[in-house]
């Protein structure tokens, strides 16, 4: 990073206040002896992230979050959501979300694809925030450390999908369920009400395979319209304890679990649309 | 009591390692071997207990030579391969014949041999690729670097890991290859030594990707359990530091200069010209892009080694 831990302390101290500093030193992360957890997390730099990020939480997007004490206290877990938005807004408001209502605080760990590890700046500042690259290895080496993944089975698709398809998941990738199987750790699913019309889609430019990001976006406006987020948790679905490990192996287990948890995230962003009485309400 | 022959004697690893065999009282005798003339080896005290003889590794007859006499005469039951070029400008068959042939020549021979049971190999981190789509964190089960593009430095590394894990369970005698992390200290062979040594540490902008770095000390702790276990197989050996580029040399109190990747290239293949310096920018950008640790899990099941000597850093003290 171009600055140090304790400058990002300064800051977060400065401008984040004692809350988000209090949440930063009562996390839990294991230390590999500079400070660092080994996927290159830092306290931090957490309280960095989460005061960067408290304006849009607070102000912009007002985030309003129901059910946050179904995400597991402890042990391997699963956050898979729904993503949109064309920036990752999404994610970033999840991440602060979990933050914020977790006690003692969690920092859920955002599985981001691979061009993100190739952005200069942004993917030190994400890694330092517990983001990492999407490889499986770096999935079961969190799930066995006990971590909390934060995982959009809808992929780099889903946050590039056109206006008209809002709130109607892309393909459903099925690599979380297989690690939920696989590494005995319940899937919460997670319906995000909102970012689906921050940012809607004109087109999108291919970029050919020129860049590691598959394709530019071209929004309709410059930055996002301050949509009110609506986060909803479901109840956790245990595939842990309705599998063994072996079953990860067997394609239509891991097809039907993925299944299960494209409808309830479904039946959360429905009954979120439901709920909210407008886009910026 | 076992015999233990030790290559690459001379080398810091394998000095530390023949002093730590000679102070251990499981040990009867050290056979080292090394290419300096014997009045400029090793210059410390053994009681008797050491025996050092310069061969030359590259020429196959030495190796028999060996092998079938001081080494069976002395009753060696462990090999420990410590020998490899650690110049990554260096090329040509001859360097192919000490990094790879030697071992070879030595697992062949081990294998008709009256009292080897065991070869310890010292391989190295930089057998792994490095990309993008791969974990940050490495088990042994990771991708190996079979780029054909890639420098015969690491090309070299590669064949002689495969050489002997190829041999595992096939072999009469058991086979362990250590997957070393790099030892911050001079003529360890260490890439990121070489980078921390210049007057300044140019890096990608933008980019500070976690690293892990070893002492001499712990990578002698792992050769000795592997020495006196039992059982074979790849290991990997991490080190007791796991911490980003920019911390790294930050404590080792030189001047960090972040420049776009393209620039840092050339500058330090100037370098090289200039001063000689090992540091090749073209072997280390990805491990400096995206990272790389080892996941040492599986040695501390099997080997019960724990990485427990930190780095000395020069401007240590306080993490922030």
Same mark, same amino acid.
């Given at each position: 990073?171009? @600055? ?110 691979? @061009? ?46 056109? @206006? ?118 | ?320």
């Amino acid at each position: 990073m171009p @600055f140090r831990p304790r400058i990002a302390q300064a800051i977060s101290s400065l401008f984040g206040g004692p809350a988000v500093r209090d949440r930063a030193e009562r996390l839990h992360f294991p230390d590999a002896g500079h400070g660092y957890d080994r996927f290159g997390l830092h306290p931090d730099f957490v309280a960095l992230g989460d005061t960067i990020a408290a304006p849009m939480y607070e102000k912009w997007f007002r985030v309003k979050s129901y059910g946050a004490e179904k995400i597991p206290t402890t042990g391997p877990a699963i956050l898979a959501s729904n993503h949109s938005g064309t920036l990752p807004a999404d994610g970033m408001m999840l991440w602060t979300d979990v933050l914020r209502r977790t006690d003692p605080p969690r920092t859920p760990r955002p599985v981001a694809d691979y @061009f993100v590890a190739t952005l200069p700046v942004v993917s030190t500042l994400f890694a330092r925030c517990g983001v990492v690259s999407g490889s499986r290895g770096n999935a079961r080496a969190l799930l066995e450390a006990g971590e909390l993944l934060m995982i959009f089975p809808e992929g780099t698709p889903g946050i590039t999908k056109p @206006f008209s398809q809002r709130y109607k998941l892309q393909e459903w990738r099925k690599g979380h369920c297989e690690l939920a199987i696989r590494y005995n750790a319940p899937v919460v699913p997670v319906g995000i009400v909102g970012a689906e019309e921050q940012m809607p889609q004109l087109g999108r430019i291919p970029t050919g395979g020129f860049s590691a990001i598959p394709h530019i976006p071209v929004p309709a406006t410059l930055i996002p319209l301050p949509v009110r987020y609506h986060i909803h948790y479901g109840d956790p679905i245990r595939l842990d304890q309705e599998y063994s490990s072996n079953d990860a192996d067997d394609p239509e287990i891991v097809r039907e679990a993925a299944a299960r948890v494209k409808v309830a995230v479904q039946a959360l962003l429905e009954q979120g649309l439901r709920m909210r009485k407008g886009i910026f309400r | 009591m076992i015999s233990v022959l030790v290559t690459g004697a001379t080398s810091p690893v394998g000095e530390r390692l023949v002093r730590s065999l000679i102070a251990d009282t499981r040990v009867k005798h050290v056979l080292a071997v090394g290419f300096e003339p014997e009045d400029r080896a090793l210059p410390f005290s053994h009681r008797k207990r050491l025996t050092y003889l310069p061969v030359d590794l590259t020429r196959g007859r030495k190796v028999r030579e060996l092998l079938f006499g001081p080494a069976r005469d002395l009753e060696c039951e462990v090999v420990v391969h410590l020998a490899g070029n650690s110049d990554p400008h260096d090329k040509g068959r001859k360097i192919h014949r000490y990094n790879v042939e030697a071992l070879r020549s030595i697992m062949d021979l081990a294998d008709r041999h009256p009292t080897i049971r065991r070869i310890v190999v010292r391989s190295f981190g930089v057998v792994y690729r490095v990309s993008l789509d791969l974990p940050i964190l490495v088990r042994e089960d990771h991708p190996l670097n079979l780029s054909p593009s890639a420098p015969q430095y690491v090309r070299d590394r590669v064949e002689a890991d495969l050489t002997a894990c190829a041999r595992m369970g096939l072999a009469n005698c058991e086979i362990v290859v250590l997957r070393c992390a790099e030892a911050l200290g001079p003529g360890t062979g260490s890439q990121l030594y070489d980078y921390l040594d210049g007057p300044v540490a140019l890096r990608p902008a933008g980019f500070d990707p976690m690293l892990n770095v070893a002492t001499v000390a712990d990578l002698v702790l792992a050769l000795e359990k592997a020495t006196h276990g039992s059982g074979e197989g790849v290991f990997n050996v991490p080190g007791y530091d796991t911490l980003p580029l920019s911390e790294c040399v930050r404590k080792w109190g030189v001047p960090a200069l972040p420049l776009p990747g393209a620039l840092i290239k050339p500058l330090y293949n100037l370098r090289h010209a200039v001063t000689g310096s090992n540091f090749e920018y073209g072997l280390n950008r990805h491990r400096m892009h995206f990272g790389l640790v080892l996941d040492g899990t599986r040695a501390r099941k099997v080997l019960g080694f724990v990485p427990s000597s930190p780095v000395d850093w020069p401007m240590g003290g306080p993490i922030n």
